[in-house]
């Protein structure tokens, strides 16, 4: 039974049970006063006919002028004029056909045809008027929630591509970088080049398995973070020193992927490179006040400007808006000491 109403459209239905309605309440008030008889009878069902019939026409027509497109002012004003006409009609109908079938009433009979028309035209009006905002009321809702769904949608499929578009640029970013590293070692110590091609087809490894997700763990994190700087200190040698301040209750906690390893790189190329006595990268995770901080310290100064595309400062930031909302915050200082601080504060996931 369900099926056979899933069916029918919903439009159809929407009539059967408005009208149904209707002649329910008014055969509900006539048997309550007595009046219930064939002449009540078929005055209603003249009525509910011409109802039936011209409130399709009327929906036929606002379908051809696409009235439900129109802005709001002119779609009230339409649908107005809309039921003052179809009104007129029904209601010259409603006299005419009552009249030709001796339907009727007494007072209607002593009245001038004139004013039996503009009466059933001003019963008709308010019935149709009601009919219209129902009907505008539907669509308007109807297409309201649509809208809705359309913004969402477009909010999910902006923000994926966003993020695809990052962790493009980030990648090849990385691998360039990398690469550079062990061409350097290939003449020099061709036993730890082999070793280095290892580390970085082990951060390869872990960037393809990871490029379906957006968050990974933090440990997963750091043993990305840990291979590129086993690269990088081939490089740097004694001039690069390493340091970990790692509370181990943050190693479940999620972290954009290849951030941290994106800040460590900035870290190395903005800071250490430009020193020629090399210096110190420490990297630092823990709690504070409802949020999990990961901080990446590092010898060097800003010089009182800071290079956004050089520092990954602008895809950091929308990363984290995008995947963490408003409550995560990035921000690089300058620190005492000769440091520079980067500092990732992201809302504590349970």
């Known amino acids: 039974?369900?099926?056979?109403?899933?069916?029918?459209?919903?439009?159809?239905?929407?009539?059967?049970?408005?009208?149904?309605?209707f002649v329910l309440t008014n055969t509900f008030f006539a048997?309550?006063?007595?009046?219930?008889?064939?002449?009540?009878?078929?005055?209603?069902?003249?009525?509910?006919?011409?109802g039936v019939v011209f409130t399709h026409l009327m929906r036929m027509v606002?379908?051809?002028?696409?009235?439900?497109?129109?802005?709001?002012?002119?779609?009230?004003?339409?649908?107005?004029?809309?039921?003052?006409?179809?009104?007129?009609?029904?209601?010259?109908?409603?006299t005419w056909l009552t009249k030709s079938l001796n339907l009727r009433l007494e007072k209607e009979g002593e009245m001038n045809e004139t004013l039996v028309i503009v009466s059933n035209t001003f019963y008709s009006f308010v019935y149709l008027f009601i009919w219209n905002m129902i009907y505008f009321i539907f669509h308007f809702i109807n297409k309201s929630r649509k809208q809705q769904f359309d913004t969402l949608k477009l909010q999910a499929l902006v923000k994926e591509l966003e993020l695809k578009t990052i962790k493009a640029h980030i990648n090849p970013h990385f691998i360039f970088n990398a690469?550079?590293?062990?061409?350097?070692?290939?003449?020099?110590?061709?036993?730890?080049?082999?070793?280095?091609?290892?580390?970085?087809?082990?951060?390869?490894?872990?960037?393809?398995?990871?490029?379906?997700?957006?968050?990974?763990?933090?440990?997963?994190e750091?043993?990305?973070?840990?291979?590129?700087?086993?690269?990088?200190?081939?490089?740097?040698?004694?001039?690069?020193?390493?340091?970990?301040?790692?509370?181990?209750?943050?190693?479940?906690?999620?972290?954009?992927?290849m951030m941290l390893q994106t800040l460590v790189e900035n870290a190395?190329?903005?800071?250490?490179?430009?020193?020629?006595?090399?210096?110190?990268?420490?990297?630092?995770?823990?709690?504070?006040?409802?949020?999990?901080?990961?901080?990446?310290?590092?010898?060097?100064?800003?010089n009182g400007a800071i290079n956004k595309e050089g520092f990954g400062l602008q895809s950091t930031s929308n990363r984290l808006g995008l995947l963490f909302g408003p409550h995560a915050v990035f921000e690089i200082n300058?620190?005492?000491?000769?440091?520079?601080?980067?500092?990732?504060?992201?809302?504590?996931?349970?």
């Open 1 to 21: 039974m369900s099926n056979v109403f899933q069916r029918i459209p919903k439009y159809w239905l929407f009539q059967a049970l408005g009208w149904g309605m």
């Open 31 to 50: 048997a309550s006063f007595e009046s219930f008889d064939s002449f009540f009878i078929g005055r209603l069902l003249a009525f509910v006919i011409l």
């Open 62 to 94: 606002v379908h051809r002028l696409s009235l439900l497109q129109k802005p709001l002012n002119i779609q009230i004003i339409g649908f107005l004029l809309i039921s003052l006409v179809f009104a007129l009609i029904i209601g010259a109908l409603n």
């Open 179 to 220: 690469l550079n590293s062990i061409r350097a070692l290939i003449d020099e110590n061709p036993v730890r080049a082999r070793d280095a091609i290892t580390e970085l087809s082990n951060i390869l490894r872990s960037s393809m398995q990871a490029e379906n997700v957006e968050t990974v763990p933090l440990t997963r």
């Open 222 to 257: 750091l043993g990305i973070v840990r291979d590129y700087l086993a690269l990088e200190h081939i490089r740097f040698e004694d001039r690069l020193k390493v340091e970990y301040d790692i509370d181990e209750d943050t190693l479940n906690q999620p972290v954009p992927y």
């Open 268 to 302: 190395i190329k903005h800071g250490i490179s430009k020193n020629v006595a090399g210096g110190m990268v420490k990297i630092i995770s823990d709690f504070k006040d409802d949020h999990h901080e990961l901080i990446v310290r590092n010898t060097g100064r800003l």
């Open 334 to 350: 300058d620190m005492e000491g000769d440091f520079v601080e980067a500092k990732v504060k992201i809302p504590i996931q349970n």
